[in-house]
């Protein structure tokens, strides 16, 4: 599956398109607090414990983004995009949200 965020891809044509796909994960409050509870290898105000965090939550969005567009029949998603968003729960603390979107289609060789 090519995965891209530009809306076409070089070399190939767009037979079909199949519409919007998506894909989130979310890591809640307790997750961080955790993790900076943890945390040793802060160096230069850089957490890689929470940055590895971040990126498993991309490939998981990303992943859930790929089967949606697979089961639509399509073997590309173009114009991906990916978002980070803060999600206030009030007491229960905050929670953050990875979501990837972009149009599935079918590609082929010119």
Do not use: C, H, W
């Amino acid at each position: 599956m090519i995965v891209s965020t530009t809306p076409t891809i070089e070399g190939k044509r767009m037979a079909e398109y199949l519409g919007l796909v998506s894909g989130e994960a979310i890591l809640g409050a307790n997750l961080f607090k955790d993790l900076f509870a943890g945390i040793r290898d802060i160096v230069g105000g850089r957490s890689g414990a929470y940055e590895e965090e971040l990126r498993r939550a991309k490939q998981i969005a990303i992943q859930e983004m790929v089967e949606q567009a697979t089961a639509l029949g399509a073997n590309a998603v173009v114009g991906v995009d990916l978002d980070y968003e803060t999600i206030g729960m009030g007491s229960a603390g905050n929670m953050l949200m990875v979501s990837a979107s972009g149009t599935a289609v079918v590609v082929e060789e010119p």
